[in-house]
């Protein structure tokens, strides 16, 4: 059936019509017209309609009321019903013809008022019953946020009525609504991660409503994801727990292999960098390795050494910006006895010496003064040097890995920075994302923390609460991975019992948390958070059933035809 307003007018019209021609007496048509089913009389003259009678009211008989109607269109069969709506402002009665039969029907004001009432009604049963089986959670409100309609599975899984609800501004029940700033900027949000309420998380289409350029409301539609959150909760544990006794067993066996284990994390700049990493590893070129403060930049300086052919030698740090100027050349390049008041009789070997063979790291290299930046480059160009107050030259076979947190470009073009040492050291650059960018590894390095730190410090922590992980996931971390840790061990150290929360955070950082916005904690994807866990873990379970997906369900806990959707929503089927 069809209910659209593209329906032809003549499958609609009433077709209880007389046609007459003009020649026949008016009189005995009138006649006619009272004792037959017709309701409307249409007098041709040449085969077009010239008059048309239509009567009034009920039919009695004789005594039935026979008006000529002088407002009338006259529109062909074919014609859209919307595409006539706006006519009858113009006239009460539309004359419905046949290009070849002529005219067929009739429509009045009247009869099209109850056709839409009808359609209308269709309409809406059609959508209730749309909105009610989705399966989704939905709600509905007006351009001021006002709730017009909410679906049964929204009042069960907010644990709410519809009749406490509609009428009222839904900022009533839910403060942080992601529907607010729709309405506000008319633009759409597609697949927001929300917490609406402690321990309920939803994945959010929120939608605005309008009529022609005119924001008339905004839709919610929510799909539940509580179960599949805490199931990645407890995945992303069992992975941290996993990982560092995989970790412990990595130290007990010294697989140089697994030099990048430390470094955690599955964002795709990340694992960028570790390919990056491992490549160069293995030659000998200068590595310049670029971050924020607390990155990790030394800690991918040691994974390159434990790859590197030099991993039996040593691995000497120099932090260029923790020493003084005055003792910057004895520390590089060591000194003779004597050399200057205070030295060692015996001399000193400077870390040029010490990591002979090695690895020499040059931490905050753009901290370096300019004139021992000269000496430095003599070093790498000849890899010869004279110890300070020596005359014997020493030479060194030296692997050199740079790190700044500093633009070295703009350094060289304002003349802080030899232009020649930036080209020796910057043969292969890798830059390290800050932990603001790569938040879908903050549950990682939050439980792998945890596991390190309630076995150092003899404490039995294993989780943390969730309203603590979103605020952490909003958190911008201007200390980067570094904050991270420290926080953790505070927070381990000061808990009481297995779960950690909100109490020992420092109040500086509660005070920053407390300030940030709903709005931040809504664009937290689940995709880089939750998705990159699951597909590890479907991909691994459907290796070991070796591809049985009703086995693989089992294992899993879940249906099968929720595999398949899984499979099919992370890009794996034909994959696995």
Same mark, same amino acid.
């Given at each position: 059936?069809?209910? /659209?307003?593209?329906?032809?007018?003549?499958?609609?019209?009433?077709?209880?019509?007389?046609?007459?021609?003009?020649?026949? =007496?008016?009189?005995?048509?009138?006649?006619?017209?009272?004792?037959?089913?017709?309701?409307?009389? !249409? !007098?041709?003259?040449? *085969?077009?309609?010239?008059?048309?009678?239509?009567?009034?009211?009920? *039919?009695? #008989?004789?005594?039935?009321?026979?008006?000529?109607?002088?407002?009338?269109?006259?529109?062909?069969?074919?014609?859209?019903?919307?595409? !006539?709506?706006?006519?009858?402002?113009?006239?009460?009665?539309?004359?419905?013809?046949?290009?070849?039969?002529?005219?067929?029907?009739?429509?009045?004001?009247?009869?099209?008022? @109850?056709?839409?009432?009808?359609?209308?009604?269709?309409?809406?049963?059609?959508?209730?019953?749309?909105?009610? #089986?989705?399966?989704?959670?939905?709600?509905?409100?007006?351009?001021?946020?006002?709730?017009?309609?909410?679906?049964?599975?929204?009042?069960?899984?907010?644990?709410?009525? @519809?009749?406490?609800?509609?009428?009222?501004?839904?900022?009533?029940?839910?403060?942080?609504?992601?529907?607010?700033?729709?309405?506000?900027?008319?633009?759409?949000?597609?697949?927001?991660? /929300?917490?609406?309420?402690?321990?309920?998380?939803?994945?959010?289409?929120?939608?605005?409503? @309008?009529?022609?350029?005119?924001?008339?409301? +905004?839709?919610?539609?929510?799909?539940?994801?509580?179960?599949?959150?805490?199931?990645? *909760?407890?995945?992303?544990?069992?992975?941290?727990?996993?990982?560092?006794?995989?970790?412990?067993?990595?130290?007990?066996?010294?697989?140089?292999?697994?030099?990048? $284990? +430390?470094?955690?994390?599955?964002?795709? %700049?990340?694992?960028?960098?570790?390919?990056?990493?491992?490549?160069?590893?293995?030659?000998?070129?200068?590595?310049?390795? %670029?971050?924020?403060? #607390?990155?990790?930049?030394?800690?991918?300086?040691?994974?390159?050494?434990?790859? $590197?052919?030099?991993?039996?030698?040593?691995?000497?740090?120099?932090?260029?910006?923790?020493?003084?100027?005055?003792?910057?050349?004895?520390?590089?390049?060591?000194?003779? +006895?004597?050399?200057?008041?205070?030295? =060692?009789?015996?001399?000193?070997?400077?870390?040029?010496?010490?990591?002979?063979?090695?690895?020499?790291?040059?931490?905050?290299?753009?901290?370096?003064?300019?004139?021992?930046?000269?000496?430095?480059?003599?070093?790498?160009?000849?890899?010869?040097?004279? %110890?300070?107050?020596?005359?014997?030259?020493?030479?060194?076979?030296?692997?050199?890995?740079?790190?700044?947190?500093? =633009?070295?470009?703009?350094?060289?073009?304002?003349?802080?920075?030899?232009?020649?040492?930036?080209? %020796?050291?910057?043969?292969? $650059?890798?830059?390290?994302?800050?932990?603001?960018?790569? *938040?879908?590894?903050?549950?990682?390095?939050?439980?792998?923390?945890?596991?390190?730190?309630?076995?150092?410090?003899?404490?039995?922590?294993?989780?943390?609460?969730?309203?603590?992980?979103?605020?952490?996931?909003?958190?911008?971390?201007?200390?980067?991975?570094?904050?991270?840790?420290?926080?953790?061990?505070?927070?381990?150290?000061?808990?009481?019992?297995?779960?950690?929360?909100?109490?020992?955070?420092?109040?500086?950082?509660?005070?920053?948390?407390?300030? @940030?916005?709903?709005?931040?904690?809504?664009?937290?994807?689940? =995709?880089?958070?939750?998705?990159?866990?699951?597909?590890?873990?479907?991909?691994?379970?459907?290796?070991?059933?070796?591809?049985?997906?009703?086995?693989?369900?089992?294992?899993?806990?879940?249906?099968?035809?929720?595999?398949?959707?899984?499979?099919?929503?992370? #890009?794996?089927?034909?994959?696995?």
């Amino acid at each position: 059936m069809q209910f /659209h307003l593209d329906i032809e007018m003549k499958e609609i019209c009433n077709q209880e019509i007389l046609v007459i021609n003009n020649s026949v =007496d008016l009189t005995e048509a009138e006649s006619l017209l009272r004792e037959g089913n017709e309701q409307l009389l !249409v !007098v041709l003259k040449n *085969k077009k309609p010239q008059m048309i009678y239509m009567v009034m009211g009920n *039919k009695a #008989g004789k005594s039935a009321k026979i008006e000529q109607i002088h407002a009338y269109e006259i529109i062909e069969g074919t014609q859209p019903l919307k595409s !006539v709506i706006d006519m009858f402002t113009r006239c009460s009665v539309a004359l419905v013809v046949d290009k070849k039969k002529g005219p067929c029907g009739f429509l009045t004001h009247g009869m099209l008022t @109850k056709l839409l009432a009808v359609r209308l009604e269709e309409l809406r049963q059609y959508f209730l019953t749309v909105l009610e #089986g989705s399966g989704e959670i939905i709600i509905i409100t007006d351009d001021q946020l006002k709730a017009l309609y909410l679906n049964q599975k929204a009042e069960s899984f907010y644990n709410i009525k @519809k009749e406490d609800v509609i009428g009222h501004n839904l900022m009533s029940f839910f403060p942080s609504v992601v529907l607010k700033d729709v309405l506000f900027s008319g633009v759409p949000v597609q697949e927001s991660y /929300h917490q609406p309420k402690p321990g309920l998380y939803v994945l959010i289409n929120s939608l605005p409503v @309008k009529a022609g350029d005119r924001l008339v409301g +905004g839709v919610s539609l929510e799909q539940d994801i509580t179960r599949m959150v805490n199931l990645n *909760k407890e995945v992303t544990k069992a992975n941290s727990k996993l990982s560092f006794l995989q970790k412990e067993i990595d130290k007990i066996h010294s697989d140089e292999g697994k030099a990048f $284990s +430390g470094i955690h994390g599955h964002s795709p %700049r990340l694992k960028e960098v570790v390919s990056v990493a491992n490549k160069v590893a293995l030659t000998n070129a200068a590595v310049l390795i %670029r971050g924020e403060s #607390g990155t990790g930049k030394e800690l991918f300086a040691r994974a390159i050494h434990k790859v $590197s052919r030099r991993r039996e030698c040593p691995f000497i740090a120099i932090n260029c910006g923790a020493i003084p100027p005055n003792l910057f050349e004895s520390e590089l390049f060591g000194y003779d +006895g004597g050399a200057f008041t205070g030295a =060692d009789k015996k001399g000193k070997k400077g870390a040029f010496e010490l990591a002979d063979g090695g690895t020499l790291f040059l931490d905050e290299i753009g901290e370096m003064q300019y004139t021992m930046q000269v000496k430095l480059l003599r070093v790498l160009q000849e890899n010869v040097f004279f %110890r300070v107050g020596g005359a014997k030259e020493v030479k060194v076979n030296v692997r050199i890995v740079a790190a700044t947190n500093k =633009d070295l470009e703009k350094m060289v073009e304002e003349g802080v920075f030899r232009r020649d040492l930036y080209y %020796r050291l910057n043969v292969v $650059s890798m830059e390290i994302p800050p932990l603001r960018e790569r *938040k879908g590894d903050i549950p990682e390095l939050v439980y792998e923390f945890i596991n390190e730190y309630s076995q150092s410090h003899n404490k039995k922590v294993d989780d943390i609460s969730s309203d603590l992980m979103a605020a952490f996931l909003k958190y911008n971390w201007p200390g980067n991975v570094r904050e991270l840790r420290n926080i953790i061990e505070r927070l381990v150290i000061l808990t009481e019992g297995n779960l950690i929360n909100k109490d020992y955070l420092p109040p500086l950082l509660l005070e920053k948390l407390k300030h @940030k916005t709903a709005r931040e904690s809504q664009d937290i994807l689940l =995709d880089t958070a939750t998705k990159n866990v699951e597909r590890e873990i479907i991909m691994k379970t459907l290796r070991d059933v070796r591809g049985n997906k009703t086995k693989a369900a089992q294992v899993l806990g879940i249906p099968r035809s929720t595999l398949y959707y899984r499979l099919h929503t992370l #890009g794996l089927l034909g994959e696995e």
